[in-house]
């Protein structure tokens, strides 16, 4: 299938139209025409080499919306005309303890990210959302609920499961004390579902500036990390922090604000942190984890909470031509919603 994308050549080029061909349909494969594309941090990240030599050109994208145009013949769950969406991911072994119990994303054998990495069957590099098209393997398609708006759906398929999945895991319920470490895409999805889950949150930011909009959102309290006196008063406050910060940062700060036995959840960061004091854990049993994604099931779970309590992120509509904007605004973390990419602007 001819489609055309908007790829990055080098780690320090912008993005430029991209023709390419999408796979010849296999038997289980859905073909989806994009409506919507979301932009992640971690596509910046990719495109720039942040985490590593990238097989360019490289079309990024793993929030997708869109509609079935066609279906291999042994396809089930899905027709043409269907609303759809696909996320990081779309194919793993399937076989192993990990897939068969619906947590893909740890694969023993490797998942295939929708960009950037190789087809298990073929070798050739996945290409991504910024794009007209795509080819996805039918267990890695997600059903849209009728109720979601299509174009501000789409971040949901990685900022929504990567808070979503933690949040889960950890059984927040009514009553548990969450905090937020950071209130840009991921932050605020964070925020919006655990408060749809009824915890107390509060947003953990170095100022007060976006205290308005995380308490219009639904969060309890905005807690300043320079305000020393507020800080000392939140010692052991909080059952479970996530960490959103894409940087490295100082997990020192925020450790003591976690209670006996209470967990800081890293989803945001991948790489190197600031020199790690101990001290905290071990005198108050505190932990540290990491998060990816989570599993088709689970991403399928987190589309119908959102569907159900009117979660969305919260988005700006944007032209194809407008992603290299984008990214530069990225770059200089000075937004606070998700760009999405309108593919109908898009033209072959």
């Known amino acids: 299938m001819e489609t055309i994308g908007y790829a990055a050549f080098s780690a320090s080029s912008d993005l430029k139209p991209y023709h390419f061909k999408r796979r010849v349909l296999r038997d289980n494969d859905v073909a989806i025409e994009i409506l919507y594309s979301g932009i ?72 295939t990210l929708t960009y950037g990495a190789p087809d298990r069957i073929t070798g050739e590099i996945t290409q991504g959302g910024y794009a007209k098209h795509i080819v996805v393997r039918e267990e890695f398609v997600l059903k849209v609920p009728s109720q979601l708006d299509l174009s501000r759906a789409a971040p949901i398929l990685c900022a929504g499961i990567t808070t979503f999945s933690p949040l889960k895991k950890w059984n927040v319920k009514k009553g548990t004390k969450v905090g937020v470490i950071g209130f840009g895409g991921l932050g605020h999805m964070a925020v919006k579902l655990a408060v749809a889950m009824e915890a107390e949150v509060t947003v953990i930011t170095r100022s007060n500036s976006k205290q ?30 996530i960490d959103t910060i894409p940087v490295k940062h100082d997990l020192n700060v925020y450790l003591p604000l976690l209670d006996i036995d209470g967990t800081l959840v890293i989803v945001g960061q991948l790489g190197a942190m600031d020199e790690l004091n101990t001290s905290p854990l071990i005198m108050g049993r505190r932990r540290i984890a990491g998060s990816l994604i989570g599993g088709i099931k689970e991403t399928q779970e987190v589309l119908d909470f959102c569907a159900k309590h009117n979660i969305y992120p919260e988005c700006k509509l944007i032209t194809p031509q407008e992603i290299n904007d984008s990214y530069h605004h990225l770059e200089k973390g000075d937004v606070a919603y998700r760009f999405v990419i309108d593919m109908s602007k898009m033209s072959i």
């Open 40 to 111: 992640c941090h971690s596509d910046l990240h990719t495109v720039k080499g942040d985490w590593g030599q990238q097989p360019y050109p490289l079309v990024p994208g793993h929030e997708i919306i869109g509609q079935v145009i066609s279906v291999g013949k042994n396809v089930q769950k899905y027709k043409v005309g269907d609303k759809v969406a696909v996320g990081c991911m779309v194919d793993s072994c399937q076989c192993c303890d990990q897939c068969k119990q619906g947590e893909e994303q740890y694969c023993r054998n490797g998942l």
């Open 212 to 241: 308005d909009v995380a308490k219009k959102l639904g969060a309890k309290d905005v807690l300043v990390t320079a305000d020393m006196d507020a800080m000392e008063k939140s010692v052991a406050k909080f059952d479970l922090i």
